[in-house]
């Protein structure tokens, strides 16, 4: 992990999840998520504590176990507060409703693992909760109600709303729980003027256009490759045989049901613009295009 400053009161720190840091006074910080478990929670406690400062709270962007993985150990040494907003704080105080909601079911005990399963803390409402010096803005689609933070330093933490270049062309299918949302979020992203942008799995940027474009032409990507399958009735699990297979991609249990969730999301954005019907033949449900591909 290395500490960055970005700003007067801004800093960052280098992580597989990149770590935010706010300076409310000259002992006091915030950070914008804790990582990804127990040990990430402690080498973030670390940086902080030989920095001289203090965790008087947590911002989590959003609820993933790669988000809030540091929260427990965090708040167990520092008695600092937790904030998150929507259904990401029933999440966090909840987080087995992360692999059940991705599995659809109770989650067997391969799926109950740090990658998908956080330990659970009380979580306040960040409304009215926020210190001075930070927004926070809306970004759904990745997951519920993501959000994203802006420090008093023009420094945007953006969360999982942008994935990097090397992420899409090593994976391709990233995790998204409502593509419009995350179109919408891409949209948005466009009118931000900020000096510095801070992506939860990207290099920090000046400037995002370049991923904006990238994530949305991924996006269109797998769409219009859903619509061709489609050309002949398929189940989901075919669907899903043929995107593992089209891009090389591995199955393990983790990887079918974020890749798994997040072609049903693909497909009932189709559904929901026309683009894809289904039918109900010998108790299987098919799925169809109807002639329409996604414009780019």
């Not at 109770?106 to 990658?115: A, D, G, V, W």
């Not at 994530?215 to 699990?237: M, Q, R, Y």
Request: aromatic share 10%; net charge negative.
């Amino acid at each position: 992990m290395e500490l960055c400053k970005v700003g007067e009161k801004t800093y960052y720190i280098k992580n597989p999840t990149n770590i935010g840091i706010y300076k409310v006074d000259n002992e006091n910080v915030w950070l914008i998520d804790s990582g990804n478990d127990k040990d990430a929670g402690k080498k973030i406690l670390k940086i902080v504590e030989e920095n001289g400062w203090k965790v008087a709270g947590i911002i989590n962007t959003h609820s993933n176990a790669d988000h809030i993985g540091g929260n427990k150990v965090i708040k167990d040494r520092t008695n600092c507060k937790i904030l998150g907003y929507g259904i990401e704080k029933s999440f966090s105080e909840n987080p087995i409703l992360e692999p059940s909601f991705l599995y659809g079911g109770y989650p067997f005990k391969n799926l109950r693992n740090k990658t998908l399963l956080a330990n659970g803390t009380e979580v306040e409402n960040i409304n009215n909760n926020l210190p001075e010096g930070l927004e926070c803005i809306n970004l759904k689609g990745h997951f519920f109600d993501m959000i994203g933070i802006k420090t008093s330093d023009d420094v945007y933490f953006l969360a999982d709303s942008l994935f990097s270049e090397e992420t899409i062309k090593k994976y391709h299918v990233f995790f998204i729980y409502d593509i419009k949302e995350y179109l919408n979020t891409l949209e948005q992203l466009k009118n931000l003027n900020g000096k510095l942008y801070i992506p939860s799995h990207c290099e920090a940027t000046e400037n995002i256009d370049y991923l904006i474009q990238l994530n949305k032409d991924k996006i269109n990507e797998i769409l219009n490759s859903i619509i061709e399958i489609c050309e002949i009735e398929h189940t989901f699990e075919e669907i899903l045989k043929e995107i593992f297979d089209k891009y090389n991609l591995t199955m393990n249990m983790n990887q079918y049901v974020l890749v798994g969730s997040t072609i049903k999301s693909y497909i009932s954005y189709l559904v929901d613009e026309n683009k894809i019907t289904y039918i109900i033949e010998n108790n299987r449900i098919l799925w169809k295009n109807q002639g329409n591909a996604i414009e780019k």
